[in-house]
């Protein structure tokens, strides 16, 4: 709950409290990358090492929104291509600012901005439009004979709010 305490009276982003999702299949894709200190102090270098991966194996990047707390760490995959919800630049450059912005989008390879309400990335991997959180956050879908797996970001930030289907105070009223 929001209510339980310091850590979460705040939402800047630099705390490390995104979830970072490997989907191996045809492509291996890398969700949520991480905050700037997973990716600075190889944490998310020897996350993938455990499962015998390195940096460049990594097919593509794909974010959830550009919080810095889920995505500052693609600086670690240039040249890759990037998942990212339209409009969802928008919402990075009031935070971080065009000259950065421009920056990111320059270092990265094709930028694939998802519009669609569902976008097939590959088999049975699909991005979903899901705004509230910011104006771009997307999801993915995940599915396979046996189950299906959301992968929400922040789009559900506690289980209470999932389960009462209510949103806390870090969704902008206008999403």
Same mark, same amino acid.
Request: glycine share 8%; hydrophobic share 35%; charged share 25%.
């Given at each position: 709950?929001?209510?339980? *305490? ?8 630099? #705390?490390?409290?995104?979830? =970072? ?8 894709? #890398? ?5 700037? !200190? ?5 944490? #998310? @270098? ?18 959830? %929104?550009? %919080?810095?707390? %889920?995505?500052? /760490?693609?600086?670690?995959?240039? *040249? ?23 920056? @990111? @989008?320059?270092?990265? *390879? ?8 569902? =976008? ?12 509230? !959180?910011?104006?771009? %956050? ?6 396979? @004979? ?6 929400? *970001? ?13 949103? /806390? ?7």
């Amino acid at each position: 709950s929001t209510e339980d *305490g310091p850590i979460f009276d705040t939402n800047l982003g630099f #705390l490390p409290v995104a979830s =970072t999702i490997l989907i191996r299949g045809e492509k291996n894709i #890398l969700v949520d990358p991480g905050n700037y !200190h997973i990716g600075f102090y190889s944490i #998310l @270098k020897r996350a993938l090492a455990s499962k015998n991966l390195k940096y460049e194996d990594i097919d593509i990047i794909a974010t959830t %929104h550009t %919080h810095s707390d %889920h995505a500052a /760490s693609i600086v670690n995959f240039r *040249g890759k291509p990037w998942i990212i919800g339209k409009n969802e630049f928008a919402d990075m450059e009031a935070i971080e600012g065009k000259e950065i912005v421009n920056a @990111k @989008k320059d270092m990265m *390879g094709e930028i694939i901005e998802i519009s669609e309400d569902e =976008t097939k990335i590959m088999e049975g991997v699909y991005a979903i439009k899901t705004p509230g !959180h910011t104006n771009g %956050h997307i999801s993915f879908v995940i599915k396979n @004979k046996n189950e299906t797996i959301l992968i929400a *970001g922040d789009q559900t930030m506690t289980k209470l709010e999932y389960l009462n289907r209510s949103f /806390s105070r870090w969704y902008p009223e206008t999403n």
